[in-house]
């Protein structure tokens, strides 16, 4: 069985920093994506890694203050978020994709986590 658990999520004040987590089980996974959606909006990309090369890719609003990385030893995936903003606030969602092409689309992506919610207060 498949599971993506997500932790790390809360409440900060713009310009701090937090760090989600999305551990994974049940099988192997090409890529891990990090994906948030704020209320009223589409699911948005925020980043994907590869899990053999830890190549990475951001989205633009994103670039240059999150970071992605994994552990492969304990099989989870980090979102590094630093700078934050009020317009990061959403629901985070961590995503596997099994086939070995990268991709920004959620319909891409076969495994979903049940989301964190990440808050940043002006």
């Known amino acids: 069985q498949v599971q993506l658990v997500e932790s790390g999520g809360g409440l900060v004040q713009a310009g701090e920093s937090l760090r989600l987590s999305c551990a994974a089980s049940g099988r192997t996974f090409s890529y891990m994506g990090w994906f948030r959606q704020a209320p009223g909006k589409e699911r948005e990309f925020v980043g994907t890694i590869s899990w053999r090369g830890g190549t990475t890719s951001y989205a633009d609003s994103v670039k240059g203050r999150f970071t992605i990385s994994r552990d492969n030893a304990k099989n989870t995936v980090y979102l590094q978020m630093n700078s934050l903003k009020p317009e990061d606030t959403a629901v985070y969602y961590c995503?596997?994709?099994?086939?070995?092409?990268?991709?920004?689309?959620?319909?891409?992506?076969?495994?979903w986590g049940q989301g964190t919610q990440v808050t940043v207060s002006a």
């Open positions: 995503a596997a994709r099994t086939r070995m092409v990268v991709s920004t689309t959620p319909g891409s992506f076969d495994y």
